[in-house]
């Protein structure tokens, strides 16, 4: 999905009837003109012309409409993305693992440049919402097994438990996927350093 | 190094000549006792019984104090004690480098719990003082290329450049040592997930 089209979508009104979507469409909205903590749910219920009662019928707090905001953007800009490279046909089970490892970090550090709002929100979010960061680590962690597994099949990598493997590569790979990196994105040799890091991994499963 | 004999050196008086090491340790208390953002030069100065004035001869400013407390506490209560790791006669290579992580992680964890004013100013610090801290992290990277380098010698490890295997396994393990991820820590499932990463770094070096 481009991103572009999730964050200008148009401003709903109470002639339709209210869905979840919409919510998040405002509070997205919203949330990226005043900042996470400036925006009220009151300025998200003014935008869809309903009652802060009527919203909070939906979401029980400012706090938990962030987090669901923050877990659609993992959903569609971050897991679905990945999703595609784990899916696609042709080419060695390294050179997948390696797209997607590539693709993960590409996307974190775009968005952290070219949508800082969403980004810091959640950087934000990833300290408090532990749930749902751990829902959303499990899936790309279960991705990168998948790969292990076709890797495994092919004979391309040694026999291991997939899903440990996975963890441990997701982990190792914090520095350049963890929010509370994203400074250190900006320097020149990271690059260099992700590919230490990739050719100690590869030499481990290999 | 005693942690303790760090923290609790006696206030020194302007009856002495001002060496550096006074200014560092009255640094140290204040900066302990108010908090980085609290702390004045004056107050520091105070505590030395000198002006202002002569401590801005030493120190051009109080975010150039603050590094220098960091520095200082970073050369005795982590990368002292690591040295002395590396430096242990018998074991194996393997044996020796996951002691010296292990060293590091329950360094860092124990400061975060048991000194959370030093450890809050060194996580600010890691984000300012780019030059001090990339001088110490490679300190310490050189620490685990020789610990390589043994294991290369002995036949344990593969060979290899030992100072990009230790950077990347130095940048694989940061998830258990980067401050950034104190939060982290305190999850159950720490020692777990560190012994995967362990064993993925082993696969790839042994």
């Known amino acids: 999905m481009n991103r572009e089209d999730d964050c200008s979508s148009p401003i709903v009104t109470n002639d339709l009837p209210l869905t979840k979507e919409m919510i998040l469409d405002a509070a997205e909205q919203v949330l990226r003109r005043f900042g996470p903590d400036k925006t009220s749910v009151v300025d998200i ?7 802060h009662g009527t919203l909070y019928r939906h979401f029980a707090s400012k706090s938990s409409l962030r987090e669901a905001v923050t877990e659609r953007w993992l959903h569609q800009c971050i897991a679905e993305p990945l999703e595609a490279v784990v899916g696609e046909a042709g080419g060695s089970a390294s050179e997948r693992l390696r797209l997607w490892l590539e693709t993960l970090i590409n996307a974190k550090r775009t968005y952290s440049i070219e949508d800082p709002e969403m980004f810091m929100m959640y950087a934000a979010v990833t300290l408090d919402a532990i749930e ?19 890797g495994i099949q092919s004979g391309e990598f040694k026999s291991g438990p997939s899903e440990v493997i996975a963890k441990a590569i997701f982990i190792a790979t914090s520095r350049f996927h963890h929010p509370a990196h994203a400074k250190e994105w900006m320097a020149e040799a990271v690059d260099v350093e992700f590919e230490t890091v990739w050719n100690l991994i590869l030499s481990g499963i290999a």
Chains 1, 2 share one sequence.
């Open 45 to 51: 219920a003014k935008v869809l012309q309903v009652s």
């Open 132 to 150: 749902m960061i751990t829902t959303h680590v499990n899936r790309l962690i279960r991705q990168i097994a998948r790969i292990i597994d076709q």
